[in-house]
């Protein structure tokens, strides 16, 4: 087991932070940058995250209890609706490695702005709580995004750089404005910040 809370400034732990902060800063500022320069951006930035993740340290919460959370669902809209925008119909790709695939016997689409979303909202929550600088704090909050990354955010993450290479090498036009969609594809992306947490929460209370 590794030594607490020694490990909390290690390399490995440093250089996820960095990375970490690097996908919110981009991600929050998406508005000022240009499509593909943004996938360009992500195509860099999502494997090293993954990365780094996959070298975080192992070790036990201190508190029983979860952690705060920060990014609300106004928060996740926001940026979920404005990589919408900027995407257009590159927003949509098909997945291959999804839960739903099993029970559907139609390809199962997924969204980019839905997966950066969530990532953000998991790697934004660990920052804030990172930077309070108190170990167990900081050691809680580097457990649950370890645990996250291993049961959720890791296949999201490695799905959009999937579907951001081909974006980026197939030449296909970014922010082609879609079909307005129907009121109820409007309600389905308005359930997708409630959907992602209850289905966080259903992992983490089922270890």
Known sequence: MTKFP?????????????????????????????????????????PFIYLKASLLPEHDPFFGEGNEKFVREGDWNKIHDELKVKLGTADSYLEVFDERIKDSDTPVVSSLAENIADIYQDLKDFLILYQTGTNEVMND???????NFENYWGQKLLNSLRAIHRLIYSGEEIGLEPEKPDSEDEDKYRESWILSRRQKEFRKNGK
């Open 6 to 46: 020694d490990f909390l400034f290690s390399g490995p732990v440093v250089e996820f932070v960095a990375s970490a902060n690097e996908f919110c800063k981009y991600t929050e500022r998406n508005s000022e940058i240009d499509g593909i320069e943004l996938l360009k951006i992500y195509q860099r930035l999502l």
């Open 141 to 147: 909050a580097l457990w649950e995004c370890r645990l």
